[in-house]
């Protein structure tokens, strides 16, 4: 592997699941900015990041991806801008629950256009045992529409290998040759 | 009726200094609860910035042992912004001049603090 610092961003709407993803793949204790959620989050879950989460994942072979997550809601956009400063690729994760997971998915993809013009995407679709449909072809459908082809995966956030597979899916895209 | 009693203690705590140009009160994940802002200025995006950066504050402090963290301080080329805690769950955001005396400041910050602090 080329570079050995690799800096990557997990964006996605409140309650993706992007703070427990990178807990479950950080190998050190990740740093979290959540506070008491007081606006509509509430009804999804009773703390919500603020800031960032940071952790790191070390590869085989010596490489370090640095993981950082950004706050979900729009009233935090600036950090998005901040956090994607650097960055190689994004994971967007979309709460399949939500009401409208594939305008969701518009609106991310749009807020980081700028950057995904210069850097890869991979798509992580959660709670898809709490509500199975759009299905992962659907997304896919829909993107290729507008002639975006990225990864899609269905994951469970908490699990380590499913998080890690999108990570390697993103670092693939950036760079076949990359033995994981 | 909440909102009316926070925006009392602001404007007392805006009165209070001629250094003190604004000031609000934002829930620890962003929101403005009350504010007695300049009009340009956008609550929202306000109100998430000074969550952040408490939140960062807070989690430095703690990386470098520096114990509970009682203020964040910025210094533009135009003058200050406070943010401190106002009880556990709340943020109070100064913004003062840059000739500020900010000895005063902090005390006049830190009793509002308290008074915001009561109410919530």
Redesign the interface.
Known sequence: MKRLDNKIIFTGPVGAGKTTAIGSISDIPP?????????M?LHRKSH?T???DYGVLNLDGGAKVHLYGT?G?E??D??WDILSTGGIGLILLLDNSRPNPMKDMQFFMNAFKDFLREAPLVIGVTKTDVKPSPSVKHYAEILARVDQRPPIFEIDGRNREDVKNLVMALLFSIDPGLEG | MREQMLKSILSELNGSSADIEASAVISSDGLTMAALLPQDVDEDRVGAMAAAMLSLGERTARELARGELEQVMVKGENGYILMSHAGKDAVLTVIARKDAKLGLIFLDAKRAAKAIADIL
């Open positions: 740093i979290k900015t959540d506070a008491a959620a007081s606006d989050t919500t603020v800031a960032l706050p809601q009233r935090f600036f950090m």
